[in-house]
């Protein structure tokens, strides 16, 4: 009997531990970015679509990385008070990034760019 409650206790003092390193090493200043609500022309507002789906709108404050959905397709970008890139074709475009209060729209290509990240430099 004392052997299974000693197993048992090695059992969960590893998984604390272990969960504990994961937690840390997730725990990233890369995922700072936040979604907030749309209001004060400082935050970086971006408009997509994806999957078939109308434009949608996100605003964004705080440097670091964000997701977009699916296959996204970017239409209009509003740095705001930020230095944005967008990473599409392999690649963070642009290169040095976009300037502060800077509104970006692709009229050439109505669809929009391809992205599947938004970076706040």
Known sequence: MKQTVKRAALAATTTLALTASLTALTATSASATDQVDCGPADYVQVTFHYGGRGDTDVCLANAGGVPLPGNSWITRISTGNNRVQWF???RWQPAEGLNKWTVMTWPNHS???SASWIKIL
């Open 88 to 90: 599409g074709d392999g």
């Open 111 to 113: 669809g929009g760019v």
